[in-house]
């Protein structure tokens, strides 16, 4: 990845859509006024199954923490 940071914080009702483009495939995360976008050539795969592991990774950790604070509720 080229150095750049981004910040962005995820909403209940972002919403994410893949598009192919010219050999490339394009992944936007977003919502209303921001939007995230990757560009991601073929030699990318791993790089974005490693991405995809790494959130659903803190897909579970948040279940876990939403399931905790329902108990402690």
Known sequence: ???????????????????????FVVVRVGGRDVEVTLLASPDTSKALRDLAARLNEAAQILDTMATSAEVSA
């Open 1 to 23: 990845m080229k150095s750049l940071t981004v910040s962005a914080h995820v909403e209940p009702d972002s919403v994410s859509r893949l598009v192919t483009f010219d050999g």
